[in-house]
């Protein structure tokens, strides 16, 4: 029977033991998102030899991976001091999270970068992906994590997550999936970015964690691992100003303090970044102003604190 394509959903949960299954559900596991490419990395294995005909002789298969890849709008949880759904997204793409409070009252949630290892020190989840009458299961699963912030347009997340290997079952799509209320985020130009703690007028913005993922094999072992997390880095499209300092700024090696705030209090998202470095400065023109395509490369200062994540 054919299934419309239409038909999917996506759950996620941590996982207390990495590589376990922490089954997810409908009713609490539910992440919104907007779009979803599952892919099988299942790798033809040649079986060539020599023979007194052409062709080779029948392959194998390699069953490496399993991946889909996400987008979703970025939004608080519903509250102040709620986790929002995407969090097996960050999690398992090595950040930590953080409820703040004020006289126990939560205020904010806070996730930061950490550095994590194999085995028992990964961070892993587990995530179901329905699609056309198949459960596609990712356990184990790590992610990269990026988000683009348009002007007049939502934050939009992406992320790709891989885990091991897992044959699909068919089910039906689950019923009593749960989303949480909370509107996305919109940018708009009453939002603040700044450098130095002077606002600047920026463009098209995007944030790219750096998170590098491989699922490696070994005989008796198969786990997906973040592997590094080498360039933490923000691209925007600044506002063209007759100086030189971006350029003495870069061939400065100048660090500064960058922030950037979306949306307003109760559903606000900012990120922040105590040493940031510019990278590349390129003379570029939208039609109406000269710009600066701007790379910022966020670099730490004492350990795992590049940038910083707050939904307030």
Same mark, same amino acid.
């Given at each position: 029977?054919?299934?419309?394509?239409?038909?999917? @959903?996506?759950?996620?949960?941590?996982?207390? +033991?990495?590589?376990?299954?922490?089954?997810?559900?409908?009713?609490?596991?539910?992440? %919104?998102? &907007?779009?979803?490419?599952?892919? +099988?990395?299942? &790798?033809?294995?040649?079986?060539?030899?020599?023979?007194?005909?052409?062709?080779?002789?029948?392959?194998?298969?390699?069953?490496?991976?399993?991946?889909?890849?996400?987008?979703?709008?970025?939004?608080?949880?519903?509250?102040?001091?709620?986790?929002?759904?995407?969090?097996?997204?960050?999690?398992?793409?090595?950040? !930590?999270?953080?409820?703040?409070?004020?006289?126990?009252?939560?205020?904010?949630?806070?996730?930061?970068?950490?550095?994590?290892?194999?085995?028992?020190? %990964?961070?892993?989840?587990?995530?179901?992906?329905?699609?056309?009458?198949?459960?596609?299961?990712?356990?184990?699963?790590? $992610?990269?994590?990026?988000?683009?912030?348009?002007?007049?347009?939502?934050?939009?997340?992406?992320?790709?997550?891989?885990?091991?290997?897992?044959?699909? !079952?068919?089910?039906?799509?689950?019923?009593?999936?749960?989303?949480?209320?909370?509107?996305?985020?919109?940018?708009?130009?009453?939002?603040?970015?700044? &450098?130095?703690?002077?606002?600047?007028?920026?463009?098209?913005?995007?944030?790219?964690?750096?998170?590098?993922?491989?699922?490696?094999?070994?005989?008796?072992?198969?786990? @997906?691992?973040?592997?590094?997390?080498?360039?933490?880095?923000?691209?925007?499209?600044? %506002?063209?100003?007759?100086?030189?300092?971006?350029?003495?700024?870069?061939?400065?090696?100048?660090?500064?303090?960058?922030?950037?705030?979306?949306?307003?209090?109760?559903?606000?998202?900012?990120?922040?970044?105590?040493?940031?470095?510019?990278?590349?400065? +390129?003379?570029? $023109?939208?039609?109406?102003?000269?710009? %600066?395509?701007?790379?910022?490369?966020?670099?730490? !200062?004492?350990?795992?604190?590049?940038?910083?994540?707050?939904?307030?």
């Amino acid at each position: 029977m054919s299934v419309s394509t239409l038909q999917k @959903a996506l759950l996620g949960k941590i996982e207390s +033991t990495p590589g376990t299954d922490s089954v997810p559900t409908a009713a609490l596991n539910a992440i %919104r998102i &907007e779009s979803g490419t599952f892919t +099988t990395g299942i &790798e033809a294995l040649a079986n060539q030899g020599v023979k007194q005909t052409f062709g080779d002789m029948k392959s194998n298969m390699i069953e490496k991976q399993n991946q889909l890849e996400v987008s979703f709008k970025i939004r608080s949880g519903g509250g102040l001091g709620i986790i929002p759904d995407y969090w097996p997204v960050m999690f398992s793409a090595a950040h !930590t999270i953080t409820i703040n409070t004020v006289a126990t009252v939560p205020v904010s949630v806070v996730m930061d970068p950490i550095t994590t290892g194999p085995d028992t020190a %990964r961070q892993t989840s587990t995530f179901y992906w329905y699609e056309d009458g198949l459960l596609w299961k990712l356990i184990g699963a790590v $992610a990269t994590f990026q988000f683009d912030a348009p002007i007049n347009g939502y934050i939009t997340g992406k992320a790709t997550i891989v885990a091991p290997y897992v044959a699909p !079952t068919t089910v039906v799509l689950p019923t009593g999936i749960t989303y949480q209320s909370s509107d996305p985020i919109k940018v708009s130009a009453s939002d603040v970015v700044s &450098e130095a703690a002077t606002p600047i007028s920026v463009g098209t913005f995007a944030f790219d964690a750096g998170v590098a993922t491989d699922v490696p094999h070994m005989i008796g072992d198969v786990q @997906a691992l973040v592997t590094g997390r080498d360039k933490s880095s923000v691209t925007f499209s600044k %506002r063209s100003l007759a100086t030189a300092a971006d350029f003495n700024r870069l061939t400065g090696l100048t660090e500064a303090a960058f922030l950037a705030q979306f949306g307003s209090a109760g559903n606000r998202f900012t990120l922040s970044a105590s040493a940031a470095q510019y990278e590349v400065v +390129t003379p570029a $023109a939208d039609g109406l102003f000269n710009n %600066r395509d701007i790379t910022l490369k966020l670099n730490e !200062t004492v350990g795992d604190d590049a940038y910083q994540i707050t939904i307030d």
